[in-house]
């Protein structure tokens, strides 16, 4: 079991920045993968970026290449994803999730691929 809680979320202007933690519990995060999902309403849920925790190898969906940046901290067990040049497409709840994934890009932009979730958090991009 993993246990996920996530932060970082808030109300931010266009062109704005927020950095989301995730901080994971419960299990050793060796060859497992860290994402971040995002669901807007009225939208399905779809891949943002993930990092394959052994390797440090990250992922990125084209929407946020550029824009946004995932990385983690081995000694907290925690992953982050800075957030840079928001737009107002960006808001959404955003989801902390970890899996099994082996390191191939389009198993990891899969949301059916992650087992463990957090609670997400609030992004909202003002225009």
């Known amino acids: 079991q993993v246990q996920l809680v996530e932060s970082g979320g808030g109300l931010v202007q266009a062109g704005g920045s927020l950095r989301l933690s995730c901080a994971a519990s419960?299990?050793?995060?060796?060859?497992?993968?860290m994402g971040w999902l995002r669901q807007a309403p009225g939208k399905e849920r779809e891949f943002v970026a993930a990092?394959?925790?052994?390797?440090?190898?990250?992922y990125y969906a084209d929407s946020v290449k550029g824009r946004f940046t995932i990385s983690r901290d081995n000694a907290k067990n925690t992953v982050y994803l800075q957030m840079n040049s928001l737009k107002p497409e960006d808001t959404a709840v955003y989801y902390c999730?970890?899996?099994?994934?082996?390191?191939?890009?389009?198993?990891?932009?899969?949301?059916?691929?992650?087992?463990?979730w957090g609670q997400g958090t609030q992004v909202t991009v003002s225009s």
């Open positions: 419960g299990r050793t995060l060796s060859n497992y993968a």
């Open positions: 990092i394959w925790w052994s390797a440090g190898t990250t």
């Open positions: 999730a970890a899996g099994s994934v082996p390191p191939v890009y389009n198993l990891m932009v899969s949301t059916t691929r992650y087992s463990y």
